[in-house]
């Protein structure tokens, strides 16, 4: 039992270059695992940034970029 519990804080967000990077959320065709990724808008190459296994993760992701959930699109 854990008395003085220390609480969570949500994460200050990570600046990232909107104008150069896109969150996606990238999804397995087989397996269907999700990957929260940064995708540079120029070459269209995918930075990994966390795997998505629940929905409060990918709130998580959002909070930390500071992007809405319903603007991150999926890539398969």
Same mark, same amino acid.
């Given at each position: &039992?854990? %008395? @003085?519990?220390?609480?969570?804080?949500?994460?200050?967000?990570?600046?990232?270059?909107?104008?150069?990077?896109?969150?996606?959320?990238?999804?397995? +065709?087989?397996?269907?695992?999700?990957?929260?990724? &940064?995708?540079?808008?120029?070459?269209?190459? %995918?930075? !990994?940034? &966390?795997? +998505?296994? #629940?929905?409060? !993760?990918?709130? !998580? @992701?959002?909070?930390?970029?500071?992007? #809405?959930?319903? !603007? +991150?699109?999926?890539?398969?």
């Amino acid at each position: &039992m854990n %008395l @003085f519990r220390k609480r969570k804080t949500a994460p200050a967000p990570v600046p990232y270059p909107p104008e150069q990077y896109e969150p996606v959320l990238r999804s397995s +065709i087989c397996t269907g695992e999700k990957t929260a990724c &940064m995708r540079d808008r120029e070459t269209g190459r %995918l930075h !990994e940034v &966390m795997l +998505i296994r #629940d929905p409060s !993760e990918l709130e !998580e @992701f959002a909070v930390r970029y500071g992007v #809405d959930v319903k !603007e +991150i699109r999926t890539v398969y």
